[in-house]
Every structure is written in structure tokens, then in C-alpha cells.
């Protein structure tokens, strides 16, 4: 019996406003952060692509 989900949930936590680091870090951090971001939404896209084929 197939099993079909209905609803998904995905929550993610970026930056930490706790986190004691330069400026400088900062601006090459961020970008880290949006390569790392975009690599999680492609996965998830491609999973729900994959998902929707079936």
C-alpha cells in the first residue's frame, strides 16, 4: 500500500546572533553560508522532483 505524503515541513536556523566573530569573517562566512544554502534547496528540489515522477 503506497503511502502519500501530504504535508512537509522543512525549518532551518541560519546565522547565530550569539556567535562572537569579526567583521571580516563575516563577509567571507556569508558567502560559505549562501553556497551551503543553495546546494540544501537544490537537494530538496531535486527530491521533490523525483517524488512527483513516481
Same mark, same amino acid.
Given at each position: 500500500?503506497? #503511502?502519500? %505524503? /501530504?504535508?512537509?515541513? @522543512?525549518?532551518? &536556523?541560519?546565522? +547565530?546572533?550569539?556567535? &562572537?566573530?569579526? &567583521?571580516?569573517? +563575516?563577509? &567571507?562566512?556569508? !558567502?560559505? +553560508?549562501?553556497? !551551503? %544554502?543553495?546546494? %540544501?534547496?537544490?537537494?530538496? #528540489?531535486? %527530491? @521533490?522532483?523525483?517524488?512527483?515522477? /513516481?
Amino acid at each position: 500500500m503506497p #503511502l502519500e %505524503i /501530504r504535508e512537509l515541513v @522543512i525549518k532551518a &536556523s541560519v546565522g +547565530d546572533e550569539k556567535s &562572537s566573530s569579526s &567583521s571580516n569573517s +563575516d563577509a &567571507s562566512g556569508s !558567502t560559505s +553560508d549562501e553556497s !551551503t %544554502i543553495n546546494e %540544501i534547496v537544490e537537494k530538496v #528540489l531535486s %527530491i @521533490i522532483k523525483e517524488k512527483s515522477e /513516481r
